[in-house]
């Protein structure tokens, strides 16, 4: 299926080879060489306990990210990964004051970025988009830096401002001086909220900075009210599902909102998050969603759509593509034996999570995906 990757992080989806193979170059000492156990090292699947666990992670692969030909050479082989899974347009995040530990500049940090990007568009014709991030954890003023290198990067495939970083102690609202900036120069803008905090953080996100997305939103589902505000307007959700269940945001799959958010009618997008730290695909989300979930094909087109939507691209761009992946879609069609199969074989492991209908629905003509809601 022709997908989105709207919630993804350079410094987390680096390969692991890659890592080894800099590390030589630079001369930056690793933990260990052998890239079996560097993955165990970096892979948050068995040994993460919260968000800030997770992070530790990023250590490791940040100390081979402080040079231009690496940022080059990551953020093409991440374009490269997204591609030959079906990601037709990606939005690459990154904080560039991550990256100035080699003696970098800013601007030079974002160049080299957009060269890998535009290299991988070249090569492949993905499209992409970059979003920068201020980090929760760093001074307001880090964060207006950040902004600004957004409005000097605005029309050069920059496309919107992120706050990441521990959500704890570290609240939105400290860093609405960079939002102001943003909104005030009509820039997109997006925030992680309501995974390791409770829903007063995406209303922060939302209300005091003036968030057009939220990333996460995993604990949106304890407050009413803001659910529904967010549905109303929507306001896109940028879930990664496993992700989420790696720090521990939810206790497991049957405990995660995301089918209740999609059955609800909240405008979900499915992302990976980080490729390596989680070991994910779009592709493998969509089907753990499928296989925990039993989310049928059309809802998973429904789904793919809303990421298009979701997307951070001008308006009159969007519906062009629209068109273009709502016909590709409509191509596909669900094996005639397939559904029943997969259910029968998984009808009893979903440890409460739901459960998959047992007869194939019939398949249409014409496709059934929601392209308005």
Not at 169 to 181: I, Q
Request: some cysteine; hydrophobic content about 40%.
């Amino acid at each position: 299926m022709p997908k989105t990757d709207l919630h993804v992080h350079l410094d987390g989806s680096i390969r692991i080879d890659t890592i080894v193979d800099l590390a030589k170059k630079q001369g930056v000492a690793l933990p260990t060489t052998d890239r079996d156990e560097l993955f165990k090292l970096i892979y948050a699947g068995d040994v993460c306990e919260s968000l800030e666990d997770y992070l530790k992670a990023f250590n490791i692969t940040l100390s081979v990210m402080q040079t231009r030909d690496s940022l080059v050479r990551t953020a093409y082989e991440l374009c490269e990964d997204a591609w030959a899974e079906g990601v037709r347009y990606i939005e690459v995040r990154y904080s560039p004051i991550l990256h100035t530990h080699g003696g970098l500049g800013l601007a030079d940090i974002v160049e080299a970025v957009l060269e890998g990007l535009r290299m991988a568009k070249r090569d492949f014709g993905i499209r992409y988009g970059v979003i920068l991030c201020g980090i929760r954890s760093m001074t307001p003023e880090t964060s207006v830096r950040m902004a600004e290198l957004c409005l000097a990067y605005k029309s050069r495939h920059v496309v919107g401002f992120d706050l990441a970083g521990a959500e704890v102690n570290n609240p939105a609202k400290t860093h609405r001086d960079a939002f102001r900036l943003i909104l005030k120069n009509n820039i997109n803008c997006t925030a992680h909220a309501g995974e390791a905090y409770g829903p007063e953080s995406i209303a922060q996100a939302i209300h005091y900075c003036g968030a057009h997305r939220i990333g996460h939103g995993t604990r949106l589902r304890e407050n009413g009210d803001l659910l529904n505000y967010v549905n109303d307007h929507r306001i896109p959700l940028e879930i990664c599902v496993s992700s989420n269940l790696q720090t521990k945001a939810v206790t497991g799959w049957h405990s995660h909102p995301v089918d209740f958010y999609v059955d609800y009618g909240l405008r979900v997008t499915i992302n990976t998050d980080n490729r390596l730290v989680t070991d994910t695909t779009v592709s493998k989300e969509l089907w753990l969603c499928h296989k925990q979930f039993g989310w049928d094909l059309d809802r998973i087109k429904n789904v793919v759509v809303a990421g298009w939507k979701s997307a951070f691209l001008p308006h009159r761009e969007k519906v062009d593509v629209l068109k273009e992946v709502a016909a590709e879609l409509a191509t596909i069609e669900a094996p005639a034996n397939g559904r029943h199969a997969e259910a029968t074989r998984h009808q009893g492991d979903f440890d409460g999570a739901g459960s998959i209908a047992t007869e194939p629905e019939p398949v249409h003509d014409q496709p059934t995906t929601d392209i308005t809601r």
